[in-house]
Structure formats: structure tokens, C-alpha cells
């Protein structure tokens, strides 16, 4: 079947411009996540869903950012008013909770802020 | 914050050698599994082994998991050219739906 997906693949905005980061999780999948990397950083675990809701919103970098999901399915990022320091790649995952703790993880969506 | 810190950092070997790469951690853990990710793809995931476990194998691939030392090891038998890529591990501290806490990876260059 078909993976994670996201979109847009690669996306330059420039400073200050709002974004929004879309991921289509495995169907059935219950648990969707959002996590950064890049080259300073690594790879940061930003924010998960289970169902709609999200437990904790602790690892989002500022206030700037935030999730939604809808329907138990596909999950839109915003980062809004984009900083130099956004740029990364955007990497999105779902998990079959109570079955599985494998998480399968999308492409990625590389944000580069100018 | 990165809990799992991999060593080494980079790793070249040849085709056909073993490969050896370990992962230390600072907290409690439920679970860790070893991802891979190919320049410019996704994180594929490896294996998983659980605390209560102490060694999984799936075809070239052998994890151990020492708790008490907190750390792990995964060993890629006879490498192939197509196991060039970076390896991360990652701790989950829950069982079930849990972002885990990835460590910075070790590049592996396999040399034909």
C-alpha cells in the first residue's frame, strides 16, 4: 500500500511568511508525528497526534509552530512569521499504536527560509 | 535534546566486511530500534529490540541492547554497496504512540 506522504517537497519562502506543511499518514495509522533535522540539530522530535488530539506539544521550537490534525488522518505544520533558523527538513511519520511502536516516516519536506 | 549518541560518527569499510556501529543513551527506556536513511530519502526503519531484550537478529542485521550500560550495537554482516547510508538509533520511553529521541547517526560508506 502506499506510504507516508508529504507536500510540498521543497518549499523557499522568504523571512517572515507563514508556512504550511501537509502529511498524509498509512491508512489505518492512528498515530501521526513531526519531526525536524538538520545539520545543527539533528533530528528533533517535534509533536504527535494520537487520533486528533496531541498529548504534548512540548517539543515545538517556539509559538510560532503548529499542528492540527483532522479527521484521524491527514495532519497539517504551520510555522508562521518563517526564521532563517526554520530551515530544515520537515520529516512526518505514522504509527499503528497499541500494535506497533515502528514508526513509518514520509519523504520529508526540505524548508529552506531566505 | 539528542539522547542517543552514536559512535562512530563515520564509518568506511569493504564490501563484504562486518560493520559495527554503537549507540549509548541516558534515560529509561521501553524501546530502541535503528533507522537508516539513504542521501536524500526518508528514515527507513531496521529493527527494533525491546528492554526486556538482550540480542535480535533479522537477516544481516544483529542488535544487542545492554541496559545497565545503556547502550546498543548493530552489526550489518557481509556489507554490500547498498548498505551505504546513515544509521541512527532511537529511544522510546513508552509502548505505545511515543516520538523518539533519535542520536546524531554514523555514516557508512561501503567501498566496492
Known amino acids: 500500500g502506499a506510504g507516508v506522504s508529504q507536500s510540498p517537497s521543497n518549499k523557499v519562502t522568504e523571512k517572515g511568511k507563514d508556512v504550511e506543511l501537509r502529511c498524509d499518514p498509512i491508512s489505518g495509522h492512528t498515530a501521526l508525528y513531526w519531526y525536524r533535522q538538520s545539520l545543527g540539530q539533528g533530528l528533533e522530535f517535534l509533536i504527535y497526534?494520537?487520533?486528533?488530539?496531541?498529548?504534548?506539544k512540548s517539543g515545538l521550537p517556539s509559538d510560532r509552530f503548529s499542528a492540527e490534525r483532522t479527521g484521524g488522518s491527514v495532519s497539517t505544520l504551520t510555522i508562521q512569521r518563517t526564521q532563517q533558523e526554520d530551515s530544515a527538513v520537515y520529516l512526518c511519520?505514522?504509527?499503528?499504536?497499541?500494535?506497533?511502536?515502528?514508526?513509518?516516516f514520509g519523504p520529508g519536506t526540505r524548508l529552506t527560509v531566505t | 535534546s539528542q539522547q542517543g549518541e552514536e559512535d562512530p560518527q563515520a564509518l568506511s569499510i569493504q564490501e563484504g566486511e562486518n560493520a559495527t556501529m554503537n549507540c549509548s543513551y541516558k534515560?529509561?527506556?521501553?524501546?530502541l530500534q535503528w533507522y537508516r536513511q539513504n542521501s536524500g530519502r526518508g528514515l527507513v526503519h531496521l529493527i527494533l529490540i525491546r528492554s526486556n531484550e538482550r540480542e535480535k537478529h533479522s537477516g544481516r542485521l544483529r542488535v544487542t541492547l545492554d541496559t545497565s550500560k545503556k547502550s546498543s550495537s548493530l552489526l550489518i554482516t557481509a556489507s554490500r554497496a547498498a548498505d551505504t547510508a546513515s544509521y541512527f538509533c532511537a529511544t522510546g520511553i513508552g509502548g505505545g504512540a511515543d516520538g523518539l529521541t533519535f542520536g546524531k547517526g554514523t555514516h557508512l560508506i561501503i567501498q566496492p
Open positions: 511519520a505514522s504509527s499503528f499504536y497499541r500494535v506497533s511502536v515502528e514508526q513509518y
Open positions: 497526534f494520537q487520533g486528533n488530539s496531541a498529548p504534548d
Open positions: 534515560t529509561s527506556i521501553n524501546n
